[in-house]
């Protein structure tokens, strides 16, 4: 009797834990986050999510850097951005830097492109927190 009681307890505790898993903020997440539309989060989380862009121009184009900023890069909790991407306005991704919880912070990602874009979906992805989105206009200076 004890070993039954002990095994619906193991599978009851299984279950949950595979509910929880399932079911987190960023399970559930259908669209990535923005300043203005942060899900179950806040504006403060936010703030430290919505990778920051700065644009210059190049002899091929233009050069993409993507910081995010004030965002821990922690292998002990863990806590850390796993990856930093580029899509064009239509969702085709351009191009992407992948990130270990040991590298430091702040995240920074550079990448050279054509000059044929107007716009870029920037986005970052949080191990917590989720992906994040920027849709910056190209401004080249
Ligand atoms: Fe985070």
């Known amino acids: 009797m004890k070993k039954l009681i002990l095994a619906g307890i193991f599978v009851a505790g299984a279950a949950i834990g595979l509910a929880l898993a399932v079911s987190g903020p960023a399970a559930q997440q259908a669209e990535p986050y923005t300043m203005t539309s942060f899900g179950p989060w806040n504006a ?28 821990p890069m922690d292998p002990q909790k863990p806590h850390w951005i796993e990856w930093i991407r580029i899509d064009d306005a239509k969702g085709n991704r351009l191009a992407e830097k992948a990130f270990k919880p040991t590298d430091p912070s702040p995240a920074v990602a550079e990448f050279e492109l054509p000059a044929i874009y107007d716009s870029l979906k920037v986005l970052e ?9 920027n849709e910056a206009a190209v401004g080249l200076k």
């Open 125 to 133: 992805h949080c191990n917590i927190h989720g992906t994040w989105l």
């Open 44 to 71: 403060a989380v936010a703030k430290t999510h919505v990778p920051m862009v700065k644009f210059e121009k190049t002899n091929m184009g233009f050069k993409v850097t993507v910081q995010v900023d004030n965002h």
